[in-house]
């Protein structure tokens, strides 16, 4: 029902909503609405998620590792429009209450059958429109951030750690990554939630990167994750005065969420060689969104350098076919 974007010939399992790199999507122009209610699961679905409840109170009560819970967003809807002049886009997101427990119930569970026979995939994801699924189905909003580093001009790729739930531990990623939580992303004071101010906490908590590093944080677009059914933000964040060297020296120093990745990779952030690192890592060792974010982050950067030329984006579109010629593919 939805294209999947494919890079370096092959086709990822990301389907990009919005965007495509030549512009940002100015913060002002992203509106996110949040109603206190809680997504109903059908009462099949919600017996597994009081399963699963279950277990991980067993596994802590008995001094096991296991997962905590905490509060989440339930994506409802997203539309995207244009201003009436300009033609800028313009998001809305929509988004009711869940947790984690909620997201685990239905991303552990895409594939498991159903009374009726069929599975939740089969259901809500190949029978119909993605976009379109139940909001109970969409218990997870991630904000992933490829970071470049301007003293050094590098592309950063972070490796999930296995230690990490879910099918994308242990496979390449974008820099950072934080799924919206309640309580670390709506203002007390009742402001609008903000996806930039979600971007630099994911780029703090995971990288070190902090607000007086004056990182230039831009929102590239929006996409989805057709194999497991996640709603992802794509941000790209240059900081000017880091390099590989100080990056590395910090994170030895101590990093907040240090335990979600184990293994960094700055590679040279010009299109032929982050696309070059992105090919020649198997298809398997990738998250099905994380290409798509590292090439809108390169057309950015592209369009940047011919003074926000949009046609800077073929640079990358050649870019792409001397990597794949070089190597047969």
Not at 92 to 103: I, N, Q, R, V, W
Not at 177 to 185: K, V, Y
């Amino acid at each position: 029902m939805r294209d999947r974007f494919t890079v370096v010939g092959r086709a990822t399992g990301c389907h990009l909503f919005e965007g495509d790199g030549t512009r940002p999507i100015d913060e002002e122009n992203v509106h996110v609405k949040y109603t206190p209610k809680r997504v109903q699961f059908p009462e099949e679905i919600a017996a597994w998620r009081r399963s699963i409840e279950a277990e991980e109170e067993r596994k802590e009560a008995g001094g096991l590792p296991h997962r905590w819970n905490n509060a989440r967003f339930a994506v409802e809807r997203v539309v995207v429009t244009r201003t009436h002049l300009s033609e800028e886009p313009v998001v809305s997101l929509s988004m009711g209450d869940a947790d984690y427990f909620d997201f685990l119930t239905t991303s552990l569970n895409l594939d498991r059958r159903q009374r009726n026979g069929l599975t939740l995939r089969e259901q809500y994801l190949e029978g119909g429109d993605p976009v379109d699924a139940p909001s109970w189905m969409n218990c997870s909003f991630g904000v992933n951030v490829a970071l470049e580093t301007g003293r050094d001009g590098k592309m950063l790729f972070s490796r999930r750690s296995a230690q990490v739930a879910g099918p994308n531990s242990a496979r390449w990623n974008s820099s950072a990554n934080e799924g919206l939580a309640r309580q670390h992303d709506l203002p007390l004071d009742g402001s609008p939630i903000s996806l930039h101010a979600v971007a630099r906490r994911a780029i703090f908590e995971e990288l070190a990167v902090h607000d007086g590093d004056n990182a230039e944080v831009e929102l590239l677009g929006f996409g989805l994750d057709v194999v497991n059914h996640q709603w992802a933000a794509f941000f790209r964040a240059v900081v000017p005065e880091l390099d590989e060297p100080a990056l590395r020296l910090r994170w030895t120093r101590g990093v907040t969420d240090k335990w979600e990745h184990d293994r960094f990779e700055f590679v040279d952030a010009d299109p032929e060689s982050v696309l070059g690192f992105i090919a020649d890592e198997p298809e398997k060792r990738w998250t099905p969104c994380a290409p798509a974010l590292f090439y809108l982050a390169l057309v950015r950067g592209a369009v940047e350098r011919v003074g926000g030329d949009p046609a800077g984006r073929f640079a990358v579109e050649q870019a792409e076919r001397k990597v794949m010629s070089d190597r047969g593919l």
